[in-house]
C-alpha cells in the first residue's frame, strides 16, 4: 500500500512538472523571435557561389563581402510561420499522406492484433527489440543517409513498443535516432560523404576503414546507452518523461488489443502488404533513387489495397485517411515555425556573415584546437542549414583550404563535417524530420532535449575522440 502510494506521489510529480514544460511551439516562436533580434546586430554578407564540376553550386573562398542589412521586424516575425509551412510544403504534404495510410490499416486491425501475437513472442525477451531497430536503422542511416524514411515507422512501432513495456522517446530515439547514429558516421553515404569529398578534392569513396570503425563504435555507444534507457523505464515507467501522456495513449491501446479478434488470414494479407511495401520503399530508395513523394505513394497504395483487403467502405477509408491526417496537423505547423527560423536568417542574409565570423576564428589556432573548433563550427551552421548535402557546398570550399593552413587533414575535414552536420540534427528544432517524429510520437520538443542531453554529451566528447585519433595517425 505504501508503494502505491509512492508510485502516485510520482506520478503526481512529473505530471507537475510536465506543466512547467513550455510547449514546443512556444520554443520555436521563442527562438523566431531571437533571431529576428539578431538581424539587427548582424550585418548582411555574403559569398560569391559557383557551379563546380560535378554541377553543385558552392561557395567561393575569400570572396566574402558585406551587404546592405535587412532586419526582420514584427512583420516578418509573423509572416515566417507561413512562409516555413509553404517553404516546408512537401514534408507536410509527405506527413498527411503517410499519417492517412497508416490510419487506413489501423482500421482494418492488423496492426492491434499482429501487436498482440508479437508481444507474446517476445514476453522475457523484449529488450532485444532495442539493439535490433537501432542496427537496422542505423545500418540505413550509414549506407544511403536514412532519415526521412523513418517517419512512417515511427507510427507503425510506437503501440509496439508501448505495448512492450517502453515509452513514446524510445520509438523516436530506435528509428530517427539510431538513423543520425548512422548518418553522422556514414562510411558510404552518398549524399553527404561522396559530395564532401568530392568538393574538398579527396578521392572519392577513401577513408572507409577508419569510418566504419568511426560507426562501429558510435553505434554500439547508442545501443548501450538506449538499452539502459529502456530497462529504466521498464523497471519503473514513471521515470519517463511522458509517464502521463504515454498512459493514456497505453489506455486506448489496452482497448484496442484487447478486442479478442481473431487474427485471420485477412490480418495476415495486410500485414504482408505493409511488409511488401517496406521493401518496395528500401529497394526504390537504393536502386531507383525514390524520395518523399515516391515513399508516399507507396504508402498511399498501401493503405488503399489494405482497405480493400480489410472488407472496409470506400466511405470507411475516406473516414480514416481523414482522421490521420488529422493527426498530423500539429506536426506540420510545428515544422513549418521551425522553418520560419531559416527563413528569417536567409532574409536577413545574415547565415554567410556568421559563417565567415566563425570560419575567421579558427585561422591562428593550433592544429587540433583548430579541428574541435571547426567541429563546432561545423554545429553552428547545421543549425541554418539542415540539408547535408547543401551544407557540404557551404562549409567544405571554406573549411578544406583552412583545414590546409592549420594543419588538418582534407580526409579530416570531411569527418568533422560529417559530425558536426550529423548529431546535432537530433537536437535542432530547425530540422523539420526531427520534429515531424517527435510530433507522430507525441513528444514535446522541450522533453526530448532533456533527455537526449545525456547522449548528446557523450558523443560531442567521442567525436572528439575520432578527431583526436584521426590526427595522431595522421589519417589521410
Not at 539493439?131 to 517517419?151: K, N, Q, R, Y
Not at 515507467?237 to 509517464?243: A, E, F, G
Not at 504508402?299 to 488503399?304: D, I, T, V
Amino acid at each position: 500500500m505504501l508503494n502505491l502510494q509512492k508510485k502516485r506521489e510520482k506520478s503526481e510529480d512529473v505530471m507537475k512538472k510536465e506543466m512547467k514544460m513550455p510547449h514546443t511551439l512556444v520554443i520555436i516562436f521563442g527562438i523566431i523571435i531571437l533571431v529576428s533580434i539578431a538581424t539587427y546586430f548582424v550585418p548582411g554578407g555574403a559569398y560569391e557561389r559557383v557551379v563546380n564540376e560535378a554541377g553543385k553550386t558552392v561557395v567561393v573562398d575569400g570572396t566574402f563581402s558585406y551587404v546592405e542589412s535587412n532586419p526582420q521586424g514584427i512583420f516578418a516575425v509573423l509572416q515566417a510561420p507561413l512562409e516555413g509551412i509553404m517553404s516546408a510544403a512537401e514534408i507536410i504534404a509527405f506527413l498527411f499522406v503517410v499519417g492517412g495510410a497508416i490510419n487506413v490499416v489501423s482500421r482494418t486491425k492488423a496492426i492491434d492484433l499482429g501487436i498482440v501475437r508479437l508481444v507474446n513472442k517476445l514476453k522475457g525477451k523484449e529488450i532485444l527489440i532495442i539493439p535490433i531497430l537501432t542496427l537496422i536503422f542505423s545500418i540505413g542511416g550509414a549506407v544511403f543517409g536514412m532519415s526521412e524514411e523513418a517517419i512512417p515507422f515511427i507510427t507503425l512501432l510506437l503501440p509496439l513498443m508501448l505495448a512492450l513495456g517502453y515509452d513514446s522517446i524510445l520509438t523516436v530515439a530506435v528509428t530517427y535516432f539510431a538513423c543520425i547514429l548512422g548518418f553522422s558516421t556514414a562510411m558510404l553515404n552518398p549524399f553527404t560523404v561522396h559530395i564532401a569529398q568530392n568538393i574538398a578534392g579527396v578521392e572519392v569513396g577513401s577513408g572507409v576503414g577508419f569510418r566504419t570503425v568511426v560507426w562501429a563504435i558510435t553505434t554500439a555507444v547508442g545501443i548501450a546507452f538506449l538499452m539502459y534507457y529502456a530497462n529504466k523505464i521498464k523497471k519503473d515507467p514513471t521515470k519517463s518523461l511522458v509517464y502521463e501522456s504515454d498512459r493514456k495513449k497505453k489506455e486506448k491501446l489496452e482497448v484496442n488489443i484487447h478486442s479478442h479478434e481473431d487474427f485471420t488470414i485477412k490480418h495476415k494479407a495486410i500485414l504482408s502488404l505493409l511488409a511488401v511495401a517496406i521493401g518496395v520503399i528500401v529497394w526504390g530508395v537504393l536502386v531507383k533513387g525514390f524520395y518523399i513523394s515516391e515513399i508516399a505513394a507507396v504508402f498511399l497504395a498501401m493503405g488503399l489495397c489494405s482497405g480493400i483487403v480489410g472488407r472496409l467502405s470506400l466511405n470507411d477509408m475516406a473516414e480514416a485517411f481523414i482522421e490521420g491526417a488529422k493527426g498530423m496537423i500539429g506536426a506540420a505547423v510545428i515544422i513549418g515555425c521551425a522553418k520560419g527560423i531559416v527563413i528569417i536568417a536567409e532574409n536577413a542574409q545574415i547565415i554567410d556573415t556568421v559563417l565567415h565570423g566563425l570560419v575567421g576564428l579558427i585561422g591562428n589556432l593550433p592544429s587540433l584546437i583548430a579541428a574541435y573548433l571547426m567541429y563546432i563550427v561545423q554545429m553552428i551552421v547545421n543549425f541554418f542549414v539542415i540539408s547535408g548535402s547543401a551544407q557540404a557546398a557551404v562549409t567544405m570550399p571554406l573549411l578544406a583550404p583552412l583545414g590546409d593552413l592549420v594543419g588538418v587533414q582534407r580526409q579530416l575535414s570531411v569527418l568533422i563535417f560529417q559530425l558536426g552536420d550529423g548529431f546535432s540534427n537530433a537536437i535542432f528544432p530547425t530540422s523539420g524530420i526531427l520534429i515531424a517524429s517527435l510530433g507522430l510520437a507525441g513528444v514535446p520538443y522541450s522533453k526530448w532535449v532533456k533527455w537526449i542531453l545525456p547522449i548528446q554529451a557523450i558523443i560531442f566528447l567521442l567525436s572528439l575522440g575520432f578527431i583526436t585519433v584521426a590526427m595522431m595517425i595522421n589519417w589521410m
